[in-house]
């Protein structure tokens, strides 16, 4: 005979006075976020909070492009997820680069195509992995430096954008060697012209500075954008 079920009293159950708080801001997290697989984000979540370490949370809802007919997996918004997690460690082991991006739901052919980019070893350097990332959002050279400056500024949305001329001369130069159709001296050339506008602006670089006036060249086509990184294997 199965036993009865048990009765308990109001003064018998004793919620965690923390509880309340937890589960209002995950589900506030899950809705911001609008993970594909709640479960599976879930599992991240909690895992995250229970170590201190950053959540895997947007800052704020994304919502879907016009033009987008499909979910395409990585967006900007996860990508700034991804880099608030793994930028303070520089140099990312891979296994971990790939829990985190199945924490967030994204597709595991995506990650491959963007690893297969470059000659990446068992550690990458989590600078290279979100220019790589920046160029599924882009597509092309100028607007994937567009999103690269866009996560790493400290300005607040709407703003100039400005980061250091060192980081945007590195993401350049990286990304142009991916694309590898840019003669090195139009490259340099760009870079030159880049760096005046910073000299005048304590060092830092603003998306009109290259957004204005874009040449030929730097518009240049990488060769991952969103749709073509989930089609390679």
Partial sequence: MP??????CAQQIKIPPELPDIL??????AIRTQPRDVLQWAA????????GEPLPVKARLEMPVATQKTDTGLTLGLLKVLHKQLAPKVLVNVAELKEKWKRLCLPEEQLRAILQLDNFSDEVEWMKILA??????GGSLLSSMKYACEILTADPDGGPARIAFETFSFLYSYLAGIDGDIPEEKIE???VSIKEHADKQAGMVQLRNFLSHPSTLSMSKLPLSTSSAQKQQ
């Fill in 132 to 137: 790589l990332g920046c160029s599924v959002l």
């Fill in 189 to 191: 050339a760009f870079l």
């Fill in 3 to 8: 036993l009865p079920d048990t009765m308990f």
């Fill in 44 to 51: 991240g979540y909690f895992s995250a909070l229970s170590k």
């Fill in 24 to 29: 209002k801001q995950f589900t506030k997290a």
